[in-house]
């Protein structure tokens, strides 16, 4: 029943940013739940969970991204195919220390928590510790077809 629920989710969400900036626009409302016209870490957890990034970039299913891992997932989200590692995607969206940056316990893998917070504040471009709406536009652009996580 979950995995149903999160796939009708993710693929509400995929069309809500592909369809125009009024379904963007309620997209961003079904993220903010507490309707205070922001994003919080929380939110964003339960938002940005539902599009399963994670689970599809942990090759080995150990709960944790290497950074091999992630850079494989986000090579195949490029090219369609997983089989190649690029870090020059994720260092030109995110910077060049972005994987270091995020794993907050310098342990060499991500959580799904240091995941979620790397790339949360990696949107959250003014360091508010929200997503506005203005910064949630590039979240839809990200997550669209052709986009830098393609869902």
Known sequence: MTSKFTT???ATLIMAFGAGSALAQDAYA??????????????????????GVFDRFDGNNDD????????????????????????SRLET?????????????????????EFN?????????????SIEEPEF?????DMGDGGFWDV
């Open 8 to 10: 009708v989710a993710a």
């Open 64 to 87: 944790v991204l290497s950074e091999d891992e992630l850079n494989t997932g986000l090579a195949g989200q490029s090219t369609g195919s997983t089989s190649t590692g690029d870090a």
């Open 137 to 141: 536009g590039d979240v839809g652009d």
């Open 93 to 113: 969206r995110f910077g060049d220390d972005a994987y270091s940056n995020w794993d907050a316990n310098d342990d060499g893998n991500l959580t799904e928590d």
């Open 30 to 51: 079904d993220w903010d739940q507490n309707s205070d016209k922001t994003i919080n870490s929380t939110e964003w957890n339960t938002g940005w969970g539902q599009n």
């Open 117 to 129: 917070t790397g790339v949360f504040s990696a949107y959250d471009r003014d360091g508010s510790g």
